[in-house]
């Protein structure tokens, strides 16, 4: 910026800076962030002057936001994770939760849905590994009728589900599809979003498919919306799983972004032009303790994407947004002392609101010690609307931008980020370090570093290495009734037995050759799952068909 | 001689996910010298004759998604059918406080809450291993 004293007076208030602190200022210890980004205490015009920073609000590369006006139109989306029990106690969850005002954009309701164990490993109530599992960490979804409760009388086309499967998302995304059908609807009228998220396997030690079929079955789903539900979210970029996997910020957005383009990649191996997909494709990013470390990620993020799509081909303003809903983070909550997690999550929802994005969930306080309870949730929740109604900080549009520090820091987390996103490009890509499980390696390693910062203090933690008391913690948390797991099998039998054998039989059948077709890399397998669904083929019959053609396998 | 390495059988119940703790807490039992067998998914019927198989000292359950009274109610007598009765059992995860009593009354050792440094865990484990019993 040219000045009219030519940067006289700057020069001036910096030598009686460096005066005042010149008695102290030799025995200063050097900080650093999660990322290990040396941090200084003063950031000055000198640290920005080689930055572009004639950036715009929603204009590429979105570095200052998707919208012009930022939250002007409407306030981000309230997505509050839930579901426990079977649809039954989960629907009135939902109810509870729309009269507490959980909103998304234009006042839209948004469910975020989460499923409990077993129906995400894809086995039914009644299998022996299902016990003590049903209904504990999330709502037991498996036959039509659970589908259809789940979706009676809302309005489809202004309620918008979001399915937190786990590798059943296809049989989850057929069966909605279905029980939407059984109501006159046709595929299209649905919203919503499917987790898709098969890479996450790259960070989460859990079962799933072998990486070549996990990445066939995803673009399965996609091709499968890009046809028949075009508004419908295929894919959630999970860079909150890598966080909790122990990933440091820079770590999460270069291996999120490098997931995302692996995504890219695979649909157009498939044939399908990016514009025709990318833009369904969305972030859950996670929000550690930081606070502008992870406003400059995201801010970083937007930037980035906007560059890898546009290099990928994307046209479209839309297939260039980094659209991202936020998860507070669960790790950095402790349990010692878990009210104090309330504080913990404000300045987590604070970042991602001052970082500009679109939807949140914050957790809630007792996430540490089990299944929040209805207190812990609405508390949760109350953040976010506080925060939105009251705090002022959605009234303007990026409004850390020209500040010294964070315009720095979201350079400094870019070009961090685009290193290890470059290594790893160079080394085969997001889907070979999966299979090498080189990401998991660094990402574990990431976790080990952290615990030894917070055993030896040099990362404070309040109540854990900080302030520590012997207190017991008599902390009730929110129990599911394990009788829900009885009347879970019994209306699973009760379906069974009203459903028609035969076809099931005949279903399962074509279900197998289907998924045989697309092990070998012909046909597609959703609309096989579809008609499945129709017929009345479980959750756990879909995914034990798929189990046997795909392979089941934890990376290792 | 060296002296023989404590083993420790560190499980997580089947099914359930969020593996970083008990991978932590893997490596920082390694970084202390003991042999950890790390076995993540099992049933209690898996544990348990992993356990005999590898003849382990402790045994180290992790619950992130609750469920954790019903393993143990199944896991100690288990144990006990085996003849392992000289085995530490110790849990840890998302488990509530107030549980802790009700899961020692079972026959755990000792529960503990997540993010704990490994060297206390290690710690305790010297301390009790070879002593503990089911009984």
Same mark, same amino acid.
């Given at each position: ?93 939902? #109810? ?427 046909? #597609? ?32 | ?86 085995? +530490? ?44 019993? +089911?009984?």
């Amino acid at each position: 910026m040219a000045r009219e004293d030519g940067g006289e007076n700057f020069r001036k208030a910096k030598e009686a800076w460096e005066k005042g602190r010149e008695r102290y200022a030799a025995k200063l210890k050097p900080g650093t962030n999660l990322s290990g980004i040396p941090i200084k205490t003063v950031y000055t015009e000198e640290d920005v002057k080689d930055l572009d920073l004639d950036v715009m609000p929603g204009v590429y590369p979105f570095t200052r936001g998707l919208y012009p006006d930022g939250y002007a139109l409407t306030p981000w989306m309230q997505q509050m994770v839930f579901g426990f029990g079977t649809c039954e106690e989960t629907r009135t969850k939902m #109810e509870t939760l729309v009269e507490q005002g959980m909103e998304g954009y234009f006042g839209h309701k948004v469910f975020n849905v989460v499923y409990d164990i077993p129906a995400m490993y894809g086995i039914d109530a009644d299998h022996p590994e299902a016990e003590g599992n049903v209904g504990q960490c999330g709502v037991h979804l498996s036959t039509p009728d659970d589908y259809d409760e789940l979706i009676r009388g809302w309005e489809l086309e202004t309620t918008n589900f979001s399915l937190i499967t786990g590798d059943n998302c296809l049989p989850g995304l057929a069966h909605i599809v279905a029980a939407a059908e059984r109501r006159g609807k046709p595929p299209d009228a649905l919203r919503g979003n499917s987790m898709n998220w098969y890479p996450r396997t790259a960070v989460q030690d859990i079962p799933s498919w072998e990486p070549e079929q996990g990445y066939a079955l995803m673009v399965d789903l996609i091709k499968y919306c890009t046809k028949h539900i075009p508004p419908w979210n295929t894919t959630n970029i999970f860079m909150y799983g890598i966080s909790e996997a122990g990933a440091t910020p820079v770590q999460e957005l270069a291996y999120g972004l490098a997931w995302g383009k692996s995504v890219i990649d695979a649909g157009k191996d498939a044939g399908l032009e990016p514009d025709s997909f990318v833009g369904r494709l969305g972030f859950q990013v996670g929000v550690q303790s930081n606070f502008f470390e992870e406003i400059a990620k995201l801010r970083a993020l937007r930037k980035m994407w906007a560059k890898i799509t546009r290099d990928a081909g994307c046209t479209k303003p839309k297939c260039l947004h980094a659209r991202v809903h936020i998860h507070t983070s669960g790790n950095v909550l402790v349990a010692q002392q878990p009210l104090n997690n309330t504080a913990r999550i404000t300045m987590q929802i604070m970042a991602a609101v001052l970082g500009g994005v679109q939807s949140i969930h914050s957790c809630s306080y007792d996430e540490t010690i089990g299944i929040p309870t209805e207190l812990s949730h609405r508390t949760a929740l109350r953040s976010q609307q506080i925060m939105m109604w009251e705090s002022g900080m959605k009234d303007v549009a990026d409004p850390l931008a020209g500040s010294y520090y964070v315009e720095w820091l979201t350079d400094q987390i870019e070009q961090e980020a685009w290193k290890l996103f470059n290594e790893l490009e160079e080394r085969g890509g997001y889907m070979k370090g999966l299979k090498d499980c080189w990401v998991k390696q660094a990402i574990d390693n990431s976790a080990y570093q952290r615990k030894k910062l917070i055993k030896s203090g040099e990362l404070p933690v309040v109540g854990v290495n900080r302030y520590v008391t012997a207190e017991k913690e008599e902390h009730e948390p929110f129990r599911v009734d394990y009788a829900v797991e009885k009347k879970a099998i019994e209306r699973l039998r009760a379906f069974r037995n009203k459903r028609n054998a035969q076809e099931v039989e005949k279903s399962i059948g074509q279900l197998e050759q289907a998924c045989a077709k697309l092990k070998a890399g012909e046909g #597609e397998l959703m609309p096989t799952l579809v008609d499945a669904a129709r017929k009345g083929v479980t959750n756990g019959e879909m995914m034990d068909v798929m189990r046997g053609a795909f392979g089941w396998v934890v990376m290792e | 001689m060296a002296e023989k390495k404590i083993r420790v059988l560190l499980a997580k119940k089947k099914i359930d996910v969020h593996g970083r703790g008990s991978k932590l807490l893997a490596r920082e039992l390694r970084d202390a010298g003991m042999e950890v067998i790390y076995f993540r998914f099992g049933t209690v019927q898996e544990i348990v004759n992993a356990a005999v198989q590898e003849d382990v000292g402790v045994i180290g359950v992790s619950i992130m998604t609750s469920g954790h009274l019903l393993v143990a109610e199944r896991l100690i007598p288990a144990l006990k059918e085996k003849g392992m009765t000289d085995v +530490l059992v110790i849990m840890g995860g998302v488990i509530p406080e107030v549980d802790f009593e009700p899961l020692k009354k079972m026959g755990v050792h000792e529960v503990f809450p997540p993010g704990l440094p490994g060297e206390t865990i290690a710690d305790y484990i010297r301390e009790r291993v070879g002593k503990a019993r +089911l009984d």
